[in-house]
C-alpha cells in the first residue's frame, strides 16, 4: 500500500543510532515533568523523513504518538498552514482524550482559532495543543496512557509555503518551551 508522499522509511538496519538516540531520549524521566523539543537536521535526502516516519510508527505502536504532520511542497494542504494546527489538534485529542474538552472550551472562547484568517498558527498551537497538553494531569491518566511521554511529529516544515507564518511558529514553539530543555542532533553524511 502506498502512503501520500513523503513515502519513505528507514531500510532496515540503518540509522539504528539515530532512532535510539530518539527513543531514549523520549524514555528520559525528564520528560514526565519536562515537555521537550528534539530537531533532527541534515542535508537534504539525508534521511530525515525517513526517520520522522519510523519515529511516528514506532511511538503509535507504543500509545505514545500524540500527532504527526508531514508537510509535502506542492501537495495542497500539506504545503500550507492553512489545516496545520487544526490537524495536529484533533490527533492530540484523538490520542489524549482528556484534552479533548480543554481544545473544546479554548474554541467556544474563540472560534477564529480554526482558521488562520484570524488567528496567527503561533497562537491556534499555543491554545489547540500546548496549553491543553500542559492542561493534562498525568497523574490521574488510566495506565495505558501513562507508558511516557507522546510525542508530536512535525516533518518537512522547510517545504511549507507560508514561511513567514511558519518561521514565526517556530520562533514562538521554542519561546513557549525556553525553560524546558531543548535537544538537537545533526545527522552524519555516513551512518
Not at 523523513?49 to 500509545?63: H, K, L, N, T, V
Request: charged share 20%; hydrophobic share 40%.
Amino acid at each position: 500500500m502506498k502512503v501520500s508522499p513523503p513515502n519513505s522509511a528507514c531500510f532496515p538496519g540503518t540509522r539504528l543510532k539515530v532512532t535510539k538516540k530518539i527513543r531514549s531520549w523520549m524514555d528520559s524521566s525528564l520528560l514526565f515533568t519536562n515537555p521537550h523539543i528534539i530537531w533532527v537536521y541534515g542535508y537534504a535526502g539525508c534521511g530525515k523523513s525517513a526517520i520522522a516516519q519510523e519515529m511516528a510508527r514506532y511511538f503509535a505502536g507504543e500509545d505514545r504518538l500524540a500527532a504527526s504532520f508531514f508537510f509535502f511542497r506542492g501537495a495542497g494542504d500539506r504545503s500550507r498552514i492553512t489545516r496545520f494546527a487544526t490537524t495536529v489538534a484533533s490527533q492530540v485529542a484523538a490520542a489524549i482524550p482528556t484534552t479533548a474538552s480543554i481544545i473544546e472550551k479554548a474554541v467556544k472562547a474563540n472560534p477564529g482559532l480554526l482558521t488562520t484568517k484570524n488567528t496567527s498558527l503561533a497562537d491556534q498551537f499555543e491554545h489547540l495543543v500546548y496549553r491543553p497538553i500542559n492542561s493534562v494531569k498525568w497523574d490521574n491518566l488510566a495506565a495505558p496512557l501513562r507508558k511516557g511521554p507522546f510525542l508530536i511529529v512535525l516533518d518537512g516544515v522547510d517545504e511549507c509555503e507560508d514561511r513567514e507564518e511558519v518561521g514565526a511558529f517556530i520562533d514562538r514553539m521554542i519561546e513557549f518551551f525556553v525553560q524546558k530543555a531543548t535537544y538537537s542532533t545533526t545527522l552524519p553524511h555516513h551512518q
